[in-house]
């Protein structure tokens, strides 16, 4: 633990230009999930709104202003539960998530490194991100039909 290392208002902006353009990915995601019509039971659906909730947990930390206005479209679908994801638009959202992914798991272990407390809000968030984002794209590489971590086909 190191108590005199504090993030500097600079680095926080730079973390939050960082993560905002890769996190509205995700938060274009959520919605059109929404609009084409999952279930709220459905494990993809599940996955995206935990990552959207440790996301909107994490930039407020960065910039006061921080987090996107929660927006919820209208389901267009008639019937939730309709929709399915092809193989190849699976292995393309895991892919489209990896650079936000990356960049977490980079901003922890920097954190780790400093040695940030490990109690406090902003390393907790990271971490919580990261988990979450991780399990997201674990679970887009499972239904798109790839082993985890090799990219080949099962």
């Avoid at 794209?137 to 990219?151: C, I, L, Y």
Wanted: charged residues 20%.
């Amino acid at each position: 633990m190191n108590p005199k290392f504090r993030p500097q208002p600079w680095q926080l902006t730079r973390v939050f230009n960082a993560v905002s353009r890769p996190s509205f990915y995700l938060v274009k995601l959520r919605n059109r999930m929404i609009e084409v019509g999952f279930a709220n039971e459905d494990p993809l659906r599940l996955a995206v709104e935990k990552a959207f909730r440790a996301v909107q947990a994490f930039k407020p930390l960065l910039n006061a202003d921080a987090a996107e206005r929660e927006y919820l479209p209208p389901p267009s679908c008639v019937g939730a539960g309709g929709a399915k994801l092809t193989n190849e638009q699976c292995r393309q959202i895991a892919d489209g998530l990896f650079p936000l992914a990356n960049y977490i798991g980079r901003l922890q272990s920097r954190f780790q490194r400093r040695r940030l407390h490990h109690n406090d809000p902003l390393s907790v968030a990271t971490a919580e991100l990261q988990t979450a984002l991780q399990g997201l794209r674990v679970v887009f590489m499972n239904a798109s039909g790839k082993e985890v971590g090799t990219g080949t086909p099962r």
